[in-house]
Structure formats: structure tokens, C-alpha cells
């Protein structure tokens, strides 16, 4: 063989080994053969219930896909991180996924503070955050290509719940009792938004920290206002005591609102909890529900971890299937680019759970923008209304 056909047949060797291992040579996170992602969420602290099984659903949904080949000639490897629902152990987590662990992108992040303390550094990197349980409308505003959130949010859920709620069963006494987090204060800027186009006033504001446990001032200055509807900035525990609380005092002539933050099946199972409402954006995985989709699920997730799935393992399992769609749109030569193109290309999704249509584009990165009115009967969850947005 002549120097100059030797010349050519190593150029030749060295592009089919270009196509074959895609952009493993340059893109983080991604070999020729597996992409790693990161999760950083809560598995010991107040926000576990949706940490937990989020997790557990984002492995579940990728070991299904692995088993059937992965995507594109690609296993999907996920790292979950415990942050406990702290912002400094968020930034810790983050910190050693991007930098240690180099992951391509983080899904499923749980929380509005964790999210928005780990975003600087998170896209300086180029990691994209997918679908975090988080309706913050920082999530997606202002617009970067790397965030993508799948429905509606905080603000925009607590104000339909409002809007229902004052028009259509004559509430006159908005107040609001939040936890004082980036959370919490979406819930005030949803209510103080839907009061005004209303032309009512917020009579009354508490605040208080995620761990606390005694409600009685916030309770006592809440009925000392005359409320007859409180929305709620609430997750799970500080959901669930002062609501019980309230009842047990005799509070009886005032509606209680949360957003899709409570609706959740520890929430709803809770004693005392009948007549709570809350702002829902998919079916509840129930084992008896008459979707079949979701009473499959709720077989196979209990198969596999030896536990009921709750609304969080429905937000994991969605958010690791769309991320699925946004790599399989990408093709094989897998690059943050192309994966960005592969996620704006997703339209008309439809998950297992009857969430809302998702559409994402160019300059679209909320996907959805409904939610529906749920209340707590019989320790269930059931909707009381069609999807509700703006």
C-alpha cells in the first residue's frame, strides 16, 4: 500500500469511528454507548415523598428503555444526589454533578430555591434542566434554551383556583398562608395577580418556614381577618396541620386552596383532610383508577419498589419519558445542540397519566399551561372541574 492510500484508509477508519461513537468526543456526559444524567432531589428531608418516588419513576422509565436497547445504540445512566430540601446540600449536589460527574443534563430537580441557587453554574456548564418539580415560573422565565418545564405553573394554578373558586362559589375574603421560600412566594404573586383582575383585596398574609410545626398564630390571625378563602403556599406537612387544626377548632366556614404542590396521595389519605382543595395537572395514581394506563402503572411501580406510587412518581415518569423523546428526536450524533432541537421538535405529547397536551418549540420552553380543581373526598382526590388556564 502506497503512503498516500495508507493516508486515506486511516481517514476513513477515523470517520466511521466519528459516526459511530457520535459526539462522545465532545459532548459531556455522552460516550458511544451511554449518557448520564444527574437528579438532585430530596430522600431524607421534608419534601421526601416527592423525592422518593420521583426517583425511583426516573429509573424506572429509563431501565425500561434500556431494556429495549436504550436510545440511539445509548444506555441512559441517572445519579441522584440527596439535597434533603436544603439549598446549601442543593448546591453541594449540583456542584458534584456537573464537575465530578460530568452529567449531560439534569432531570427532575426537586425544588423552587434548590433550582434557581444551582441554575448559574448549572447553565455556565451548558447542562440543560429538564422538568423540575418545580412550577416556579422561574423555571422557564426568562427564557433559556436550557430549561424545559412540562406544565402549568404555581402562579397560574392558584390563580384559576382562585378565579374558580371567588366566581363561581362567591368567596369574597382572599388571605394567604405561604411558607416563606421561592415556592411560597409564587403562591402571594398568583393571588395578589388574580385579586386584582378581580377587584377584591388580600385580606390577610402569613408566612412561615418549611419545617415549622405550630400554626396557632398564623390560624389566629388568619380568622381573626374574616377569611372565607386561604390559598395555600404549602407542600405536604405544612399542608396537613394547620388544615386538620382548623377543622378541629371548629373553623368550619372557610375554603382552603393549594396548588399542585398538595395534591398529593400523602395529603389526601391524611385524617381530617375532606373538603381541602388543591390544583392537579395529572389522574392521581390510584391502584383502582378507571385509566388503565394508570392503574397499569400503579401495578408495576409497586412490582417493583414494594410501594404505592404517589403523584411524584407521575411527575418523574413523565419528565424521564419526554427526556426520551427530546434524545431520540436528537438522532445519533447526540450534542447539546442537537439535543435542544430534539426537545423543541416534541408536539401532540400525550402522557399515560391524562395530563395536558405538550408542545415545546424554538421559543417555547413551558409545555403546558392548564390545570383542574381537586378536592379531598373520602381521603381520594376528585376533580371538580375541567382543566382550567389563561
Known amino acids: 500500500m502506497t503512503p498516500s492510500a495508507r493516508i486515506a484508509a486511516l481517514a476513513a477508519i477515523l470517520a466511521t469511528a466519528t459516526v459511530a461513537g457520535g459526539a462522545s468526543a465532545q459532548t459531556r456526559g455522552v460516550t458511544a ?3 448520564v444524567l444527574g437528579m438532585h432531589t ?10 422518593v418516588s420521583s426517583s425511583n419513576a426516573v429509573k424506572m422509565r429509563f431501565e425500561e428503555i434500556n ?7 445509548r444506555k441512559i445512566k441517572v445519579i441522584v444526589e440527596d439535597q434533603g430540601y436544603q439549598v446549601p446540600k442543593a448546591v453541594q449536589a449540583c456542584n458534584k454533578l456537573i464537575n465530578r460527574d460530568k452529567v449531560f443534563a439534569f432531570i427532575a ?8 441557587a444551582c441554575f448559574k453554574e448549572e447553565f455556565a456548564a451548558g447542562v440543560p434542566n429538564l422538568f423540575p418539580l418545580s412550577s416556579a415560573r422561574s423555571m422557564y422565565e426568562p427564557f433559556n434554551r436550557l430549561k424545559f418545564i412540562a406544565g402549568a405553573t404555581y402562579v397560574d394554578q392558584i390563580r384559576a383556583g382562585i378565579n374558580y373558586l371567588v366566581t363561581k362559589q362567591g368567596k369574597k375574603k382572599l388571605c394567604v398562608m405561604y411558607q416563606d421560600t421561592d415556592f411560597g412566594k409564587e403562591i402571594v404573586e398568583g393571588a395578589e395577580e388574580q385579586a386584582k383582575k378581580l377587584g377584591i383585596k388580600i385580606v390577610e398574609m402569613t408566612a412561615h418556614k418549611p419545617t415549622d410545626s405550630d400554626f396557632t398564630a398564623s390560624l389566629t390571625k388568619l380568622k381573626s381577618a374574616g377569611c372565607d378563602l386561604v390559598a395555600m403556599g404549602t407542600i405536604v406537612k405544612d399542608t396537613i396541620v394547620p388544615y386538620t387544626a382548623a377543622r378541629k377548632e371548629g373553623w368550619n366556614d372557610v375554603t382552603f386552596l393549594g396548588s399542585a404542590a398538595t395534591y398529593d396521595l400523602v395529603v389526601g389519605a391524611a385524617p381530617g383532610m375532606d373538603g ?19 392503574a397499569n402503572f400503579v401495578k408495576q411501580y409497586k412490582a417493583k419498589f414494594n410501594i404505592d406510587p404517589n403523584i411524584g412518581a407521575v411527575y418523574g415518569y413523565v419528565a424521564a419519558d419526554l427526556t426520551v423523546k427530546g434524545l431520540q428526536n436528537a438522532g445519533k450524533n447526540l450534542t447539546l445542540d442537537s439535543f435542544i432541537s430534539g426537545m423543541e421538535a416534541i408536539k401532540g405529547y400525550h402522557d399515560i397519566f391524562g395530563g395536558p ?21 373520602g381521603g381520594r382526590w376528585t376533580r371538580v372541574t375541567e382543566p382550567l388556564g389563561f
Not at 357 to 377: C, M, T, Y
Open 33 to 35: 454507548n451511554e449518557i
Open 42 to 51: 430530596d430522600l431524607s428531608g421534608v419534601a421526601a415523598t416527592y423525592g
Open 67 to 73: 431494556a429495549q436497547g436504550g436510545v440511539n445504540g
Open 109 to 116: 430537580p426537586l425544588g423552587t430555591p434548590m433550582n434557581n
Open 276 to 294: 381541602f382543595y388543591g390544583m392537579g395537572l395529572t389522574e392521581m395514581p390510584y391502584a383502582d383508577s378507571k385509566v388503565a394506563s394508570v
Open 357 to 377: 397536551e405538550i408542545n415545546f418549540g424554538p421559543k417555547i420552553r413551558q409545555g403546558a399551561n392548564s390545570s383542574f380543581l381537586a378536592e379531598v373526598k
